[in-house]
């Protein structure tokens, strides 16, 4: 079987601010697009940009707390190598992004130690990014 892939569909207010975020600042790159729509090779997976004003029944904002932090719900992200969570960090920091919850490591000690950080894209979508230093800890239970 070939390396699977997600494909995530969100929601976005304007197309040049997702491109100038998504592109410009996390390092993704274009791939099909339309009027209202373009699609993002985002680390390898198909992340799809439309037009349009989030959903009002989505409008309240859920947090759960997750080893200290109030973790926004929904969110999605990406598990990252550690060169390549750190070049996001850095870019994300030389463009003044701000950062919801900043860089840490969570679970510290415990199965599923991992770094993490959380941001909003520019229409409000939030968004994680981890690595683990043992990729045999992503789905650790125990």
Do not use: C
Not at 62 to 79: A, C, K, Q, S
Not at 105 to 132: C, H, V, Y
Request: aromatic share 12%.
């Amino acid at each position: 079987m070939s390396e699977l892939k997600f494909h995530l569909a969100i929601p976005v207010k304007d197309l040049t601010e997702a491109i100038e975020f998504y592109i410009g600042i996390l390092g993704a790159s274009e791939g099909r697009s339309d009027e209202s729509w373009v699609d993002f090779n985002f680390f390898g997976h198909q992340l799809v940009a439309h037009l349009g004003e989030p959903n009002s029944k989505r409008a309240t904002v859920i947090e759960n707390l997750v080893d200290g932090d109030l973790v926004p719900v929904p969110h999605f992200g990406i598990i990252l190598d550690e060169i390549s969570w750190k070049r996001i960090t850095a870019r994300l920091k030389e463009n003044d992004w701000p950062i919801e919850i900043g860089p840490h490591i969570k679970f510290k000690g415990l199965p599923g130690e991992q770094w993490t950080m959380f941001l909003r894209d520019p229409s409000g979508n939030a968004l994680e990014f981890k690595f683990f230093e043992n990729p045999e800890q992503i789905f650790a239970s125990e």
